[in-house]
């Protein structure tokens, strides 16, 4: 008679079947400190840019009024030539201005989402997840940064057509998007921080209405800084929009800049206003 078949070693004995076990059991060593922040603020940029999948529409209204001021005060101003633009046409010495004005102008008004959000109770969601603060605030601001390149390619397109003899070099335009990202971050950044302070959508409103236009006209984006009174020539050295049309008309025409200046000012500016922003939301969360 032959012997009864040896019955098979159970699946749980086997070393490898057991290290599979493990993992199940023991869950893997989180991510802290530094490496987890470029995860999160990529994760938090892409939520953010989420919404304008879903709604489209303001891509296009926003382009409105770039392409009026390139048609309108533009082309009036290139007749008149009462502006001095170093020997190049003025539309040509507009173009790059109206780039960091529309980039700004989209913004300046994103502490009102970081509003609607804290009303809605998302922050106080996001806030009691292991996710830092300055992370949070850091993909905001480079999804407005994202918000304004886009915006940013609409303004060059429309340049474009009108005639606008601008450089098509790939590294000077990648130049171009790290100007228009950094100049995006801080101005998002400060619009949080005065949400962080004024704590209401209509106070904010208000205050970033009466200071967008101050900021635009006190800044090389219209003249140059040598047609400008003493005390407007102080306040451009000090306006971040100022360096962030320099570099971009340096990267865009050709004309002479500080590219490495301006670079520092608006990365400066940048960390600073993430920090400011940060110290400031758990108040806005309250």
């Known amino acids: 008679m032959s012997e009864a078949p040896a019955a098979p070693r159970p699946v749980s004995a086997d070393p490898v079947h057991l290290a599979d076990l493990d993992l199940l059991v023991v869950p ?41 001021w390139l048609l309108i005060f533009g082309e009036t ?46 922050l106080t969601k996001l806030l009691v ?6 992370a949070l605030i850091t993909g905001k601001a480079f999804a407005a940064g994202v918000k304004a390149l886009i915006q940013a390619i609409v303004v ?13 070099n790939p590294l000077r335009l990648l130049g171009v998007a790290g100007a228009v990202v950094l100049g995006s971050a801080f101005f998002s950044c400060l619009s949080m921080t005065i949400a962080g302070i004024v704590l209401t959508r209509d106070r904010l409103m208000g205050i970033g209405q009466a200071i967008t236009m101050p900021l635009f006209f006190g800044s090389n984006a219209l003249y140059p800084v040598s047609v400008m009174p003493g005390w407007l020539q102080a306040i451009s050295k000090v306006n971040p929009l100022s360096y ?32 400011s922003a940060s110290s400031l939301l758990a108040r806005l969360a309250r």
């Open 28 to 68: 893997p060593r989180a991510r802290t400190g530094w490496k987890v922040l470029p995860a999160r603020v990529a994760a938090l940029c892409a939520v953010e840019l989420q919404k304008l999948r879903h709604d489209r529409t303001e891509l296009y209204t926003r382009a409105i009024q770039p392409a009026l």
């Open 77 to 122: 101003f290139t007749r008149i030539r009462a502006i001095p633009t170093g020997g190049i046409p003025y539309l040509d010495y507009l173009a790059p201005g109206i780039i960091a004005q529309s980039a700004m102008f989209i913004a300046i008004f994103y502490g009102i989402m970081i509003i609607w959000e804290r009303d809605a109770g998302i």
């Open 129 to 134: 997840t292991p996710t830092p603060r300055s």
């Open 156 to 168: 060059v397109l429309i340049a474009a057509v009108l005639g606008v003899a601008m450089t098509w």
């Open 244 to 275: 962030q049309v320099d570099a971009l008309r340096g990267l865009l025409l050709g004309t002479p800049s500080h590219l490495l200046s301006d670079f520092a000012v608006l990365l400066v500016a940048a960390a600073l206003g993430i920090t």
